[in-house]
């Protein structure tokens, strides 16, 4: 089954550590995003990429990184600059060459940070 | 800059009522697409219904519709017969025609009533 896969579900991080996210597709989408959801809060845009080895920034990129080697995965990385980086973190895809295309959503992640 | 909001936070409905969910928007553009997804307690975020803007027929899948109105920037959500599994949190959000972007609302977290 195509879909797109989020991994880990639950992480735990001590302060000062980077983490990784990984998210990883088959749906042979070209666009693919990072969201972070907070309580009572809508879906932030933390980076996005159309293609493979290019990537832009979201409203809320300072303390995350990304990187887009290959066209299924688009990792995202939690840095220690991150202030506040507990939260529930969504990937998803889309195919950029249809302009009406809706999003497909992973699992996403917990991440808290102790 | 383009803004979704949704003025309901919260909303409940009696099994099998009818339940009206409210989204305006803010664009300067023309062409552009609006959908509803549905986050249930799971956090998969799943695909309810879009909307063209184009179209003035206004969206239908069986016992979800949508009312369109796009010069008041209006895009609400109609659901009828509501079962219990339709508890979740509903989010409007926004594309424009070619564009990488998704802008999402806040949400509105629906209950269910048995």
């Known amino acids: 089954d195509g879909g797109i896969t989020q991994s880990p579900k639950y992480l735990f991080r001590k302060e000062g550590q980077n983490v990784t996210l990984s998210c990883e597709q088959n749906l042979n989408h070209d666009a693919m995003y990072w969201y972070r959801q907070d309580p009572g809060q809508g879906l932030r845009l933390i980076y996005y990429?159309?293609?493979?080895?290019?990537?832009q920034k979201g409203d809320i990129a300072e303390g995350y990184s990304v990187s887009r080697e290959k066209k299924e995965s688009f990792p995202l990385t939690v840095t220690s600059a991150q202030k506040n980086p507990t939260a529930f973190y969504l990937c998803a895809s889309t195919p950029a060459w249809l302009s009406a295309g809706e999003l497909f959503f992973g699992e996403g992640s917990r991440l808290t940070v102790l | 800059a383009q803004t979704v909001t949704q003025s309901q936070p919260e909303m409940s409905v009696q099994e099998a009522e009818t339940v009206t969910l409210s989204c305006t928007y803010d664009?300067?553009?023309?062409?552009?697409?609006l959908f509803w997804y549905k986050q249930p307690p799971s956090r998969q975020m799943i695909l309810v219904i879009r909307?063209?803007?184009?179209?003035?027929q206004n969206a239908t899948e069986n016992r979800f519709s949508v009312n369109f109105q796009k010069a008041a920037k209006s895009f609400s959500l109609k659901i009828s017969d509501s079962q219990l599994g339709d508890a979740a949190m509903y989010f409007c959000?926004?594309?424009?025609?070619?564009?990488?972007?998704?802008?999402f609302g806040p949400g509105t977290r629906l209950s269910v009533l048995p």
């Open positions: 664009t300067s553009e023309s062409d552009y697409y």
């Open positions: 990429s159309q293609i493979v080895n290019d990537f």
């Open positions: 909307q063209e803007a184009y179209k003035q």
């Open positions: 959000a926004y594309r424009v025609n070619y564009g990488q972007n998704f802008v």
